[in-house]
């Protein structure tokens, strides 16, 4: 069970509680608990086996660590159990709907029975919700547009929360019985921003009955969803679901081909095979005798002229072999069949991070701090990029602090070589589009970072035209999370982005893609479209720690999804090359 799993059970514990009205201490003590949990660098599993004693982690006391102790060695908390017997479980999907909250989700479980979301809905529409006391009618269309966001998202995954909780899968997979390979495919492999459930792949001969068992087995899994001699289906206790199939090498990289999709690609894929005479499927790749009709056939009927790898998959199809990022039948297709693929953006390219947080805002670390782990990463450029002082509740720079700054990167410029510390600002886009700093600070910035972060519920038109005003400033170099997403959890504001970036080509001015997994804004087809406006691409990953420049590989993989090359980005120039672009006015 990873670190993850435990963090989610014990959030759901303080959930439940908090439906109860248990002691508020007790409750903060299980969130202060996730929150060590979540940050640690080691896995509790591990900890406990060497029977460490997790009462000396902070915020961490003796009933959690039991807690957390009996959930690794039975799968679960009997505390949990209890509580969830007076209150069922779906209650915190319900409480944690915009306009909810513990209270509320008593209040409607109490009253009306409600239990589920779908409970709630059926309740909204009767109209006995907004009878109810401290609801009303205007809490009744909140919770309705919470739900219908909470529907868009139900049951996806964070790409890097995905990566996390299959770990221990994987690595346990390595041990199944007759196995001599293990693969990812589906969205994941795909590295979609969010994955609905992980496709694994095992290569093994011979009955595959003994791999399923091995791997229904697994500790983590909450529940057996499905098991065959070929394909088995388990659920961790996060709500993951990791569908397994086992397949022998002969079929392994058609396998690989068929289940990493997507299906609009593979169903391309297969029309063009079709075309050339030629039968696609998760077993080969198979010329069809003269006149035969395909429905009569078998799975592996025909002559086989491909199957073990899905280089030679693609080969048989006259095809180049496609990278997964690309497989979302978006034109891809056609140029595998010429062989003219774009070359994609590779973590390598990148020399620079041009968006990161220290403690003068928000950020966990120094300034010197951030240097030294960029440095780390190798590194030639950077830009420390605090918040301007519209983001008062994070102590963002007024012009006098933003000087102040500048004195201590000159002296951490004196201590830190091989590395250019570039000055910048993430400048609130206020209101109307004005600039969050005047002028003459901006023109002392080397790099000139713009976004928005408030009043993000303004229309269309208005959002278009606050945003295209801030852009036309002379200064502006980069508009970051340009339509301030967050994954899951916030919609994109409204806004024209089409009109935003033919606008940023014509001034020159570059688009972030923001590499934090939890926004990864831009999306990848307006990266792509970025990329056929003639828009500079910036990844930046906005980190508040060093860790969080470790996050740049997520917007790589977006970048990628995008069809970005190194040309495309503005990050993958050379220090002097990207000073060159940042002088383009001049
Ligand atoms: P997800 O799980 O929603 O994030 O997305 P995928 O792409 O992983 O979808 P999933 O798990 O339903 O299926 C994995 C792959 O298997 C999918 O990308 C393509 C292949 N596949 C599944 N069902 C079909 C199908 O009915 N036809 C075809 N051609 N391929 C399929
Ligand atoms: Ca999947
Ligand atoms: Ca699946
Ligand atoms: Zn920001």
Redesign the pocket.
Known sequence: MQNLDIAQTLTRLADLLEIQGANPFRIRAYRNAVNTVNGLSRQLASMVEAEEDLTELPGIGDSVAKHIEELLKTGKITRLEEVSAEFPESLVELMRLDGVGPKKARKLFDELDVRTVDDLERQLESGAVETLDGFGKKSAQKIRLAIEDHRKHVG?FRIHEVEELVAGVLEYMVGAPGVEQIEV????R?R?E??????ILARCEGDGTPVVEYFTGYDGAARIEGSGPTKGSIVLHSGLQV?LRVIPTRSFGAAMQ??????EH??TV?THAVREGLRVNEWGVFRLPEGADPAELGKEDGERIAGTTEEEVYAALGMSWVPPVLRENRGEVDLALKHDLPRLIELDDLHGDLQMHSTWSDGKVSVEDMVLACQELGYEYMAITDHSQAMAMVQGLTPERAREQWKEIEEVRARVDGIEILRSVEIDILKDGALDMPDEILDQLDVVVVSVHSLMDQDETTMTRRVLKAIQHPSVDILAHPTGRIINRREPFAINLEEVLVAAAELEVAVELNANPNRLDLSDVHVHRAKELGVPVVISTDAHSPDGLRNMRFGVDQARRGWLGPDDVLNAKSLADFKAWLGRRA
Do not use: E, H, M, Q
Not at 194 to 199: A, L, M, S
Not at 258 to 263: A, H, I, L, N, V
């Open positions: 996806r495919a589906g969205s994941l795909r979609k969010t994955i609905g459930d992980v496709d569908d068929y289940f990493t999709g997507s299906k593979n169903v297969r």
